[in-house]
């Protein structure tokens, strides 16, 4: 049984069936481990792109080191790319439509008494 260390170089030359054996290997920990950092509806996203990002840079991966710590180093790299990009929390349309008639509604009295100030 080759090493991950093995395998991984082995996607650097373009085998298929190493990268089958390493997405085999580390689908449960490392879908586990982004649900856990970004939840679990963002998380296949995530899986997906580690893998991407891993064999583009496949190329650049050192054999002396660990190929899980490199692994979970790009996911913990994308999971917080993934917090950084903030996204707004969805509204009720109905409930801005009332607060912007609210903001209106003064804007529109305190210009009416300015108005009156100035005449």
Do not use: K
Not at 26 to 50: I, M, N
Not at 88 to 101: F, I, Q, R, S, V
Request: net charge negative; charged share 30%; hydrophobic share 40%.
């Amino acid at each position: 049984m080759a090493s991950d260390e093995d395998l991984m170089v082995r996607v650097a030359t373009g085998d298929a069936a190493a990268l089958a054996e390493l997405c085999r290997r580390y689908e449960r920990p490392l879908y586990r481990f982004l649900a856990r950092h970004v939840g679990p509806t963002d998380a296949d996203d995530l899986y997906q792109e580690t893998w991407l990002h891993l064999v583009r840079a496949a190329t650049r991966f050192d054999p002396a080191r660990r190929f899980s710590t490199w692994l979970f180093q790009i996911a913990v790299n994308l999971a917080r790319d993934e917090h950084r990009r903030q996204r707004p929390e969805p509204h009720d349309p109905a409930d801005l439509d009332a607060h912007a008639g609210d903001a209106r509604g003064l804007d529109a009295t305190e210009a009416g008494i300015d108005a009156r100030r100035l005449l």
